[in-house]
């Protein structure tokens, strides 16, 4: 086992003020599927170790693979090296330790245990389920498993002293429809934290299900009309904006809401959560990646903007405390401010309910180009888009080629209706919406 605490001391001894040690442990296997044959099976072990030191409020950053005595000085000796080339004076530092941190049930230790044989027969039976749905599927591209076990631990020169362990595990499917020689794919996808939690037979539905609505899809008439966006598009285009709610971009001006807490920015309809203790979500922990305890931040309540997010260095900015949004993206990148698991908390209508109270409208099955064709700080977007067209409460016909196009402050303000089928939304890591009515927005086609 490393010894973390004497890579702390050796970090001061050498002269820095503070000292964090992250260490980093993965457990990977990813399968793919085609044609019921095992195209590629991959398991993989790492870990690695990144270090944080401030010396006269200036950090310095250095992350390694190299695990051997010598590894880990220069590790230490790289990191206290950086602090001092920075010209800029600074005032950042450690946080202290919490008293207590919070429980939070993120790992099943049954997920490396698991048969590698049970894997596969669930990626096939995948595929198997969507070649059966209908007769117009006709090819599936792409079935692929794959799970996740981590294990951190975070220690500094303050007394912190914390570990977890984290486990994730996910399954998707591309099917191709056709009809007439036209083509069309879908997408189905599905996680949790065991393979007893993915459902197969329900993953590969809904991508024969996406794709037999879609296909056949043309551009429609432009128009200004009432959107509806499912779980999938909507958690699509909200994450593009997200940024807009933290701290760090606040004070540097690149955010769409400076200047705007504990005012109307969204229809009372709307309220926005960020809660890194939330166990269904991608990025549940028991602390952040500075070791401040995670928490429930109510973001926007009925509308308000109530908070922005922060970790220690930009919460410090503003005379406030840490909402435990300090994220690595990885262990080679530096601390940021970012979301945990942010999503727009849940209405009272399924999806079936708010299509039949549309007599005219574009429910988004599918968006290109998010965050090419958004601007978040302006809060415009234009962003390709398909789906189905809305007519008299009934799906009508398929849509394709076409631009939705808008502003996000408006978008907020025009949300008319809020579904209940919340889900977090893999492809982004963090965020979770239901489907959502949109009052109006620029549909551009023919």
């Known amino acids: 086992m490393l010894n973390l605490k004497k890579l702390v001391e050796l970090g001061l001894s050498k002269g820095a003020d503070e000292v964090e040690i992250y260490h980093e442990q993965i457990k990977k296997t990813q399968i793919k599927i085609y044609k019921s044959e095992v195209e590629s099976l991959l398991s993989s072990v790492g870990q690695g170790i990144a270090a944080r030191v401030f010396t006269a409020g200036k950090m310095g950053f250095s992350y390694s693979t190299n695990l051997s005595d010598q590894g880990l000085k220069q590790l230490i000796m790289e990191a206290i090296e950086s602090a001092r080339l920075i010209d800029k004076s600074g005032d950042q530092q450690l946080p202290n330790p919490a008293d207590s941190y919070p429980e939070v049930h993120i790992y099943n230790p049954d997920i490396v245990n698991t048969d590698i044989q049970e894997k596969i027969k669930l990626a096939l039976l995948i595929e198997k389920t969507a070649y059966e749905y209908d007769s117009l599927i006709t090819n599936v591209p792409a ?22 362990k984290n486990g994730i595990v996910s399954a998707s499917i591309h099917v191709i429809a056709s009809k007439d020689g036209v083509n069309q794919t879908g997408l189905g996808i599905g996680y949790g934290r065991h393979i007893t939690d993915l459902d197969p037979v329900h993953i590969a539905r809904k991508g024969a299900e ?6 056949g899809g043309k551009p429609i008439e432009s128009q200004n009309v009432l959107v509806l966006f499912n779980s999938h598009t909507g958690s699509d285009i909200f994450s593009a904006f997200v940024p807009g709610f933290l701290g760090e971009n606040v004070q540097k001006n690149k ?54 997010l922060y970790d220690t260095n930009s919460a410090r900015v503003d005379n406030l405390c840490s909402t435990g949004n300090a994220h690595r993206r990885s262990l080679k990148d530096y601390v940021e401010v970012a979301p945990t698991n942010f999503y727009l908390e849940e209405g009272e209508h399924s999806l079936d309910e708010m299509i039949a109270g549309i007599e005219e409208g574009f429910l988004v099955m599918g968006l290109s180009g998010v965050h090419s064709g958004t601007n978040a700080i302006s809060g415009d977007f234009s962003v390709g888009a398909s789906g189905v067209w809305i007519k008299h409460g009934k799906l009508a016909q398929p849509v394709k080629e076409v631009t939705v196009a808008g502003n996000f402050s408006d978008l907020l303000q025009d949300i008319i209706q809020i579904g209940n089928d919340l889900e977090f939304n893999v492809g982004t890591g963090f965020m979770g919406t239901p489907s959502f009515v949109v009052r109006e927005l620029v549909v551009s086609g023919k």
């Open 143 to 164: 079935v692929a498993y794959a799970d996740e076990e981590a294990e951190v631990r975070l220690v500094n020169s303050k007394g912190l002293d914390q570990s977890y």
């Open 210 to 215: 996406e794709a037999l609505q879609l296909l």
């Open 255 to 308: 955010s769409m809401f400076k200047g705007k807490l504990n005012t109307q920015i969204a229809n009372p309809l709307v309220t926005l959560i960020d809660d890194g203790l939330r166990e269904d979500g991608l990025r549940a922990a028991p602390f952040d990646d500075e070791g401040v305890p995670s928490q429930r931040t109510i973001v926007v309540e009925q509308g308000v903007l109530k908070s922005y």
